[in-house]
Antibody
Framework: QVQLVESGGGVVQPGRSLRLSCAASGFAFNIFGMHWVRQAPGKGLEWVSKISYNVTQKSYADSVKGRFTISRDNAKNTVYLHMNSLRTEDTAVYYC??????????WGQGTLVTVSS | EIVLTQSPGTLSLSPGERATLSCRASQSVSSSYFAWYQQKPGQPPRLLMYDASSRATGVPDRFSGSGSGTDFTLTISRLEPDDFAVYFCQQFGSSPLTFGGGTKVEIK
């Protein structure tokens, strides 16, 4: 079955960097796009970024553009989110999700990122 | 950016009742690029509906979706205890992808 396991979250000071990872299994990772979606505590969902199956297309929310970078390693079945210049408003649970040809059809359990001094 | 506005914010209903959730888009969205998700406390979202009206795998037929253009609806015909959760709509036809703010369906 499809499994997505995020890691790399934690507490980080404003202005610092963090890299999230999402290990995928149970499906042909190299033919599906992948998303990162975040959810601030007690809030709704915010789409963060998407990467195509072959890395040729990447897109970002305006709130993270220029600070976050999405990447993937198809040999390792892993997608990454490199987060630089972190702000307190980036505090959230970060989910990776498989792109099911449009909607996100499978989601990981998420990893919590807390940006605080 | 396409803004999705969900209403009501909270829906208080009893098991067995019908729930009607609304999602209005600030610009027209193709129904092929519209989805609904369900989220329970402490869990990730779960895809419920795609193409506005197609149920995802394993979703019971008491859930139905409809709509086009700027107005979309998720209907739960008879609420089961497991259905009390937060529901989000999403459009993925235009970047940035956007979600609605959510509707919480709570037990009355």
């Amino acid at each position: 079955q499809v499994q997505l396991v995020e890691s790399g979250g934690g507490v980080v000071q404003p202005g610092r960097s963090l890299r999230l990872s999402c290990a995928a299994s149970g499906f042909a990772f190299n033919i599906f796009g992948m998303h990162w979606v975040r959810q601030a505590p007690g809030k709704g969902l915010e789409w963060v970024s998407k990467i195509s199956y072959n890395v040729t297309q990447k897109s970002y929310a305006d709130s993270v553009k220029g600070r976050f970078t999405i990447s993937r390693d198809n040999a390792k079945n892993t997608v990454y989110l490199h987060m630089n210049s972190l702000r307190t408003e980036d505090t959230a649970v970060y989910y990776c999700a498989k792109d099911g040809g449009g909607p996100a059809d499978f989601w990981g359990q998420g990893t919590l990122v807390t940006v605080s001094s | 950016e396409i803004v999705l506005t969900q209403s009501p914010g909270t829906l208080s209903l009893s098991p067995g009742e019908r729930a009607t959730l609304s999602c209005r888009a600030s610009q027209s969205v193709s129904s092929s690029y519209f989805a609904w998700y369900q989220q329970k406390p402490g869990q990730p979202p779960r895809l419920l509906m795609y193409d506005a009206s197609s149920r995802a795998t394993g979703v019971p037929d008491r859930f139905s979706g409809s709509g086009s253009g700027t107005d979309f609806t998720l209907t739960i015909s008879r609420l089961e205890p497991d259905d009390f959760a937060v529901y989000f709509c999403q459009q993925f036809g235009s970047s940035p992808l956007t979600f609605g703010g959510g509707t919480k369906v709570e037990i009355k």
